[in-house]
């Protein structure tokens, strides 16, 4: 079992399209942060958010951190077909020493 | 070069084969991290260096893993008689400070084929 489950696992949409996708946990989390990965390169990180019930945008993505800081969501508004990639979330634990990941969603934007 | 790089990019290993995978971070970074993605997978962690001290090395999945960093700079993973399950991209990343939580910066990867 992931300590970060992502959802949903796959999205295909078409250019236009509003989306969110969610990262959750029973854990609570000091930090989170939301990178995109695309194929053949590593990930590159797009936010972090380090407080309960943080807003953050970035252009047309808006990244939520939730209250009880376990959980948090990515929304996307009018989604290009630049926006196709593998968006993964990952968060430190309190007290821990190291990043965990999600599996990931893979979002393909249809032009 | 700006950015971590790694190298080889891709390596083609027979199951049993040592390997040796390379990376360089941006000069300067202090803390160096090491990722295992398997394919339709997140990364998961493996170790965690801070200069040339691994203060984490709790990800390894075996002691056929070995990870370091003599000079604080470049970092060697280091797999022994590899197996299939060890196929995988192998992910660096480096950080200028010493928080986990400070921007990590990924390099390429190097995918791992043990056949």
């Known amino acids: 079992t992931q300590l970060l489950e992502q959802s949903p696992q796959f999205l295909s949409i078409q250019e236009g399209e509003n989306l969110t996708v969610y990262c959750n946990s029973s854990s609570v989390f000091s930090s989170l942060q939301w990178y995109r990965q695309e194929p053949g390169e590593g990930p590159v990180l797009l936010v972090t958010v380090v407080t309960g019930g943080e807003v953050k945008k970035l252009k047309r993505l808006t990244f939520q951190f939730g209250d009880a800081r376990k959980d948090s969501s990515l929304h996307i508004t009018a989604a290009q077909p630049g926006d196709t990639g593998l968006y993964l979330c990952?968060?430190?634990?309190?007290?821990?020493?190291?990043?965990?990941f999600g599996a990931g969603t893979r979002l393909t934007v249809k032009p | 070069g700006a950015g971590v790089s790694q190298s080889p990019r891709y390596k083609v290993a027979k199951r049993g084969q040592d390997v040796a995978l390379r990376c360089d971070p941006i000069?300067?970074?202090?803390?160096l991290f090491w990722y295992q993605q398997a394919l339709g997978q997140g990364p998961e962690f493996l170790t965690y260096?801070?200069?040339?001290?691994?203060?984490?090395k709790s990800g390894l999945p075996s002691d056929r893993f070995f990870a370091e960093r003599p000079e604080g700079s470049v970092s060697t993973l280091k797999i022994q008689r590899t197996q299939q399950e060890d196929s995988a991209v192998y992910l660096c990343?480096?950080?200028?400070?010493?928080?986990?939580?400070?921007?990590?910066?990924f390099g390429p990867g190097t995918r791992l084929t043990v056949l």
């Open positions: 260096f801070q200069n040339e001290a691994q203060l984490d």
């Open positions: 990343a480096s950080s200028l400070d010493s928080g986990v939580a400070d921007t990590q910066y």
């Open positions: 990952a968060g430190e634990k309190v007290r821990d020493n190291d990043m965990r």
């Open positions: 000069s300067g970074h202090v803390s």
